[in-house]
């Protein structure tokens, strides 16, 4: 299977502003093709990866600073883009920023990467253009590489691989029929069906201060000077040393639940609602002003840093799961913190605080995010025909969709039908 293994480089100092330079180019043709792209879409005309690859090409001729950079990442740039824009159509693709977006590019061809051990703790990986890199090998590649991104996290440069192992997903579980509802939440940040929990405090009551007080530093600084460069690295530090904390804790967690259960279930994100601005509040004393709306509290750094990353819990789950079998499903979370995991029933009075839930029909008196784990185990053992142990395979139940949704779904691939034969001939996205 397809693995990662992330080292930090140890670039000579011309090696890393070349390298900078290069994620500078790669940046400005994901920023070039990406316009270019929208200007089609105004004029209703089409452009696509083979296009933009051959002009692209054309202009290394003209443009000196195009040619110096290896052609392959510039290149993987371009299809990185066209899997964007049909991913999420060309209006939702974003701009990269000098500012926000870190540097990246990635190396597509693993045969043209040769890797060498230089000694017990020292390895070298020869990259196109860039030359022999150093890098400090933490854990053993473990495969053949099959592509190299190269990346910046503040001052770091770093080299991810991806590997072919030769692991193969193992057909049945270690723990087979076994299974665990996971609960997301603020107090606790996974909460399992058995009763136990995952937390970990990402970011202390003192640095979410100390944050607040690094960007009042900034607020005060002038743009494009040298106290406001320094400033806003000392935010991105910290912000930095919280991720990795969240990195660690949805890593290790992971592991936990896929080397433990056969099914894990959690609840799908709406993350959609989840990450709905605040409305404007108009001042009723004074027109076309606003009385403050708390949106300031909603900011990206705020988020950054008071976020449980349950999202990337999820993700992390899905991963350790190819190695050991485990089956992740997600479930509709509606009414789980509402229901008995006892007796069924809906009553939204039987949640009596954060924590303590108290079933007003039959009296169960349980941990509120245990019992609503409890539901979402219910709720995905109902959809996931989990095999008895000792039988191979298992087998997902047709889903019935309904509500909006399935509507919605239905008209449009009724309004498809019917639209294809005229859309004959024109290219499609
Ligand atoms: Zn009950």
Redesign the pocket.
């Known amino acids: 299977m397809l693995t990662g293994r992330k080292y930090r480089l140890d670039l000579a100092p011309g090696q890393a502003e070349f390298a900078e330079r290069i994620g500078g180019v790669c940046r400005s043709v994901w920023n070039t093709a990406l316009e270019q792209r929208r200007t089609y879409r105004r004029r209703e005309a089409w452009i696509g990866y083979h296009e933009q690859a051959r002009q692209l090409a054309e202009a290394k001729g003209e443009f000196a600073w195009l040619a110096e950079v290896p052609g392959h990442c510039l290149q993987q740039t371009l299809i990185d883009l066209d899997q964007a824009c049909s991913r999420h159509g060309t209006w939702k693709v974003r701009w990269k920023s000098k500012a926000r977006t870190r540097p990246s590019f990635r190396f597509p061809e693993g045969a043209k990467i040769a890797i060498e051990r230089l000694n017990r703790r020292w390895a070298r990986a020869k990259l196109p253009k860039l030359g022999w890199v150093r890098f400090r090998i933490t854990r053993p590649l473990g495969g053949t590489v099959k592509n190299a991104t190269v990346s910046r996290d503040g001052p770091h440069w770093y080299a991810s691989f991806l590997v072919e192992d030769g692991v193969v997903t193992p057909e049945r579980h270690d723990n087979p029929g076994s299974a665990v509802g996971i609960d997301r939440g603020v107090a606790k940040v996974v909460t399992r069906s058995d009763g136990r929990f995952h937390h970990q405090v990402f970011a202390r009551d003192r640095e979410v201060e100390h944050a607040k007080k690094l960007q009042r530093d900034v607020a005060r600084t002038t743009k494009g000077s040298v106290r406001r460069k320094k400033a806003v690295a000392r935010v991105a530090h910290l912000a930095r040393k919280i991720r990795r904390r969240r990195e660690d804790f949805a890593a290790k967690t992971a592991h936990a639940l896929a080397t433990g259960f056969e099914l894990i279930v959690f609840e799908a994100l709406a993350t959609k609602n989840m990450t709905v601005g605040v409305a404007p509040k108009p001042d009723p004393g004074q027109q076309g002003a606003f009385l403050p709306n708390g949106a300031a509290s909603k900011s990206s750094l705020n988020r950054s840093i008071l976020d449980k990353g349950w999202y990337r819990i999820e993700l992390a789950t899905r991963s350790k799961a190819r190695s050991t079998g485990a089956c992740v499903i997600t479930v509709n979370p509606a009414y789980t913190s509402q229901t ?1 995991n ?2 069924t ?1 809906v009553d939204r009075r039987s949640r009596e605080s954060q924590a303590v839930f108290r ?1 007003t ?4 008196t349980e941990h509120a995010d245990v019992n609503a784990a409890k539901n979402i185990l219910t709720a995905g053992r109902a959809e996931f025909v989990q095999p008895s142990p000792g039988v191979r395979a298992g087998a997902r139940k047709p889903r019935r969709r309904v509500g909006r949704k399935a509507n919605r779904q239905a008209t449009a691939a009724q309004a498809t039908a019917q639209t294809e034969p005229e859309l004959a001939g024109i290219p499609r996205l």
């Open positions: 008995c006892v007796c029933v079933c029909s039959c009296g169960h």
